[in-house]
């Protein structure tokens, strides 16, 4: 299998294994007009398997879904062919319209209009609770 190599772009790299497509959805990938390409269960020599998202564009990511979903990925940004630059994220204190309260009794379920905040309580475990009724995420 051949994947091209960007020119001017981003590669999300360290991916854990089986987390590509739910980065690919919660960062709307999808409606991007550039290539995305997305390679599952790649072997690693640190992880034994990876998952890697390269996209032929500079983007903006969402910083908090990329925290939230792979803390532990790295993102490569390309220009000219060349790597320029190698950001982390981090576990984001808060996430805001990330995701949803599952909790049916949650305030977030009865008024629509209402945006699902989430606070970073057990930053050790990665466990985040919704600020309206406590539940975790």
Same mark, same amino acid.
């Given at each position: ?29 999808? /409606?991007?007009?550039?290539? #995305? ?7 690693? @020599? !640190? $992880? ?5 998202? =390269? ?23 390309? /220009?000219?062919?060349?790597? #320029? ?7 984001? @204190? !808060? $996430? ?5 309260? =599952? ?35």
């Amino acid at each position: 299998m051949t994947i091209d190599s960007i020119k001017n772009g981003i590669v999300i790299d360290h991916i854990p294994a089986g987390k590509a497509m739910a980065l690919y959805r919660y960062l709307k990938l999808d /409606r991007v007009e550039c290539s #995305v390409a997305i390679l599952k269960n790649v072997v690693s @020599e !640190k $992880l034994g398997r990876k998952d890697i998202i =390269k996209v032929d564009e500079v983007l903006d990511l969402n910083w908090d879904v990329l925290g939230y979903l792979a803390p532990e990925c790295t993102v490569n940004i390309i /220009r000219e062919g060349r790597e #320029v630059e190698k950001r982390r994220p981090h576990l984001p @204190e !808060k $996430l805001v319209g990330v995701i949803e309260c =599952k909790n049916p009794r949650c305030i977030t379920t009865i008024e629509q209009g209402l945006t699902h905040i989430f606070k970073l309580t057990d930053p050790e475990k990665g466990v985040y609770r919704c600020i309206y009724c406590e539940s975790k995420a």
